[in-house]
């Protein structure tokens, strides 16, 4: 499904991403994980289509068509969506109308009608409901003065409305308490099938007892320096990064 | 001939025949007087530094239209606020359209000042009220020596207005340039509140110069809204001067919504008189082209533990002009003010400017005073944020555009009204509303 082969990409000429390769096959999950600043959200970024990024090498291919020229709302409606570490507030518009929005956008671009009204609100309700959100949350501002765990129950809300091939989700535990990570996880499985793939940024190897991962990634200053399975998530816990710090260098 | 040697010989062609023998008549000349002595504002002057008028001064303009013009109804419903019953003073080229107006003496007086002025009824409130707010800077001093038609409402202790009252200035195209000068006053006495709809709409491309000024007047404990629809054509120039003058405990709000026009200048003026005043200033500018709006406020704080509220948002396209100019004066006895200010604007292409001034002056210890100014182009992570979502770009700049303007429409208290401007501001920035945000 997504396929990344040797990508380098940065800002400013100041490299971030250095040779990155990743293939995440349909019903896979793939976790990354790594420290700080190691380049895990503009690896998100880029998959997601941020023009401020340039990708000087490599390239970025989705169901085996390149993606690197597209742009973000198109990477959308492919299929591709990305939740964010940090949301972002839009005052003025609310969940409901924006989430509206985003749906027959993604329609229009398919060539179909705008989703009728009813099944609309039916699904929104269905979503809301899985989530277990209150409907109070949809009538205001989009993640206008929402909590740290309330903007990221939300951003699950919104995947599961648009229901992605492949969904990015950048550190959606962050901010969110233990009970409410356990709804949102259960969410994301239940939205899970053998058609669509996740890729999920993490620290914590808790969010991975819900959702279980096929493979491991450690992304060490912008570059995937260590590959396994989920056990590979367990060991990093225990024992930090300097260990495998100390690898790369012997290697 | 220039203007101001047309106008000014028209006046003494008419000046005998115009109210000759009541106290008017002295205002009238001695604001001819000032008028010439002063003549039209020039880019030398600080506060018209950004608004050159002399393109506008340039045309061949009819100052006194003779012919009464009619227009249909249904030619020019879409500029009223069909959807709810309202009382409408209407004029077609300056001259009062008894067809399309729906006045009242029921209670309170919704007509003329054309009658006002002449009628001995309305002698005690003309001598207490006209001109007493209104300056003798030159186009308020032109204006006044001009003064004949325009909205006279008083509304009388204790009344609440039940339908808003619209003010519409119809110019016909008829006259192939045309110069108008309506002057409306308005009395809101004690306790009383009335809503009030001004526009001002040309029906053609033939060039209009519009110099209104209007007074009102607040007396203790009154409030009034009151919301100035600027949505005219390209061709069409309008500078608004309007003074309040506010009593103890009483409310103003004004709203200024400015879309239309090519050159528009906002010269909005409070004072606050009386105690525990609160004043309202809002208002909503988006522009494109060669368009341009300019905002003078001034709120004068005189009296001690008033309260006022400036909010004004600017969107600028094309080769757009905006000029905000905030003045707050702060009296040495108006202790416990609470003067608040923002200005916040948008810039969407490179050629587009705005010109943007605070300016305090504060001469009481005691006093809670904050202003704030943004100039910025639209959040490129919001807009990332929607494409991720799958909304297109322009589509999602338009969102941003409308959720940065529109938030500024909570405060307009007719609902019918605010759908109405809630759909100019979608027409304008091009969002396809879908849903009601
Ligand atoms: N817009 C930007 N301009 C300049 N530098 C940037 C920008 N975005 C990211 N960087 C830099 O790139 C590096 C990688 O940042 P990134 O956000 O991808 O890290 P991360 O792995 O997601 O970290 P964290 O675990 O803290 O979320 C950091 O050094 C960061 O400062
Ligand atoms: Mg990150």
């Known amino acids: 499904m997504l396929q990344i082969k040797n990508l380098h990409a940065g800002i400013d000429n100041e490299e971030i991403l250095k040779g990155i390769n990743l293939e995440v096959k349909a019903g896979e999950i793939h976790a990354i ?35 690197a020229a597209l742009a973000p709302e198109e990477r ?14 839009i005052p003025g518009v609310s969940v409901t109308n924006f989430i509206k929005t985003a749906i027959n956008e993604g329609r229009k671009a398919k060539g179909m009608v705008d989703m009728p009204a009813s099944e609309m609100l039916k699904m929104i309700r269905e979503k809301a409901e899985l989530l277990e959100m209150d409907r109070k949350f949809l009538s205001r501002s989009l993640n206008e003065g929402f909590s740290g765990g309330e ?51 993490t620290h914590y190897q808790r969010l991975l007892d819900y959702i279980v991962p096929d493979f491991v990634h450690v992304l060490l200053d912008g570059k995937i320096v260590k590959s396994g399975t989920k056990e590979l998530a367990y060991e990093l816990e225990e024992r930090g990064y300097d260990w495998i710090k100390e690898e790369v260098k012997i290697v | 001939m220039s203007l101001k040697d047309k106008l000014i010989t028209s006046y003494f062609a008419v000046e005998d025949y115009i109210d000759a023998d009541s106290h008017i008549h002295d205002l009238r000349n001695t604001a ?12 030398k002057e600080e506060a018209w530094k950004y608004t050159p008028l002399n393109a506008i001064l ?52 919704v007509c003329l000042l054309s009658a006002a002025l002449s009628k001995p009824k309305y002698k005690a409130v003309i001598e207490n009220y006209f001109n007493k707010v209104a300056k003798d800077d030159s186009l308020t001093s032109l204006n006044t020596a001009f003064a004949k038609e325009g909205a006279y409402i008083v509304i009388p202790k204790h009344r609440e207005v039940e339908k808003p009252i619209e003010i519409i200035n119809f110019a016909t195209g008829n006259e192939a340039a045309l110069f108008l000068q309506p002057r409306n006053l ?8 009335v809503q009030i709809i001004e526009r001002h709409q040309s029906l053609t491309s033939n060039p209009v110069f519009t110099n209104v000024v209007t007074e009102i007047f607040t007396e203790k404990n009154a409030s009034i809204d009151y919301y100035k629809i600027q949505n005219d054509n390209h061709s069409a120039s309008l500078i608004d001067s309007t003074f309040l003058l506010q009593e103890q405990g009483s409310n103003a709000c004004v709203h200024t919504f400015s879309f239309g026009g090519k050159l528009t200048r906002n010269n909005l003026n409070f004072y606050q008189k009386g105690e525990r ?45 905006g000029v905000f100019n905030g003045k707050i004066i702060v009296e040495k006895e108006a202790q416990k003010t609470d003067a608040f200010q923002q200005n916040n604007n948008i810039l969407i292409t490179d050629n587009a400017t705005i010109n943007s001034k605070p300016q305090l ?53 007719i609902p019918e009204l605010k759908a109405r401007i809630t759909k100019l501001i979608a027409n304008k920035i091009g969002v396809d509303l879908g849903f009601n945000l």
């Open chain 1, 33 to 67: 994980m790594g420290p700080n600043g190691s380049g895990k959200s503009t690896l998100a970024s880029v998959i997601a289509g941020k023009e401020e990024f340039e990708v000087t090498q490599g390239s970025i291919s989705f169901e085996h068509e390149d993606i």
């Open chain 1, 76 to 89: 959308a409606h492919k299929g591709i969506f990305l939740s964010f570490q940090y949301p972002i507030e």
């Open chain 1, 151 to 201: 903007k990221k129950r939300n951003e699950i809300f919104q995947m599961a409305m648009l229901e992605p091939k492949l969904a990015i989700l950048d550190e959606t535990d962050s901010g969110l308490d233990i009970d409410a990570l356990r709804i949102v996880a259960n969410g994301v499985n239940k939205l899970r099938n053998d058609k669509n793939a996740i890729l999920v940024i």
């Open chain 2, 32 to 43: 001819i007087k000032s008028f010439e002595e002063k003549g039209f504002p020039t880019k």
């Open chain 2, 58 to 109: 340039k045309e061949d303009y009819c100052v006194f239209p003779k012919k009464e013009n009619t227009i249909e109804f249904k030619d020019v419903k879409k500029y009223f606020l069909h959807e709810i019953d309202t009382y409408k003073i209407v004029f077609i080229d300056g001259i009062y359209s008894s067809f399309l107006s729906e006045t009242t003496h029921d209670k309170v007086d």
């Open chain 2, 186 to 193: 308005i009395v809101v006495e004690e306790n009383a509140h």
């Open chain 2, 277 to 321: 005043n609160n004043s309202t200033l809002k208002g909503v500018t988006i522009i494109e082209e060669n368009q341009l709006v300019d905002h003078h406020t001034l709120v004068n704080h005189i009296a001690p533990n008033c309260e006022s509220h400036q909010n004004y948002k600017g969107i600028f396209a094309g080769k757009s002009t």
């Open chain 2, 361 to 413: 002056e504060i001469f009481a210890d005691d006093v809670k005073c904050s202003h704030g100014c943004t100039i910025g182009q639209l959040d490129e992570e919001a807009m990332f944020y929607m494409q991720t979502r799958g909304i297109h770009k322009k589509e999602a700049q338009a969102l941003l555009m409308f959720a940065f303007a529109s938030n500024v429409l909570e405060s307009v208290k």
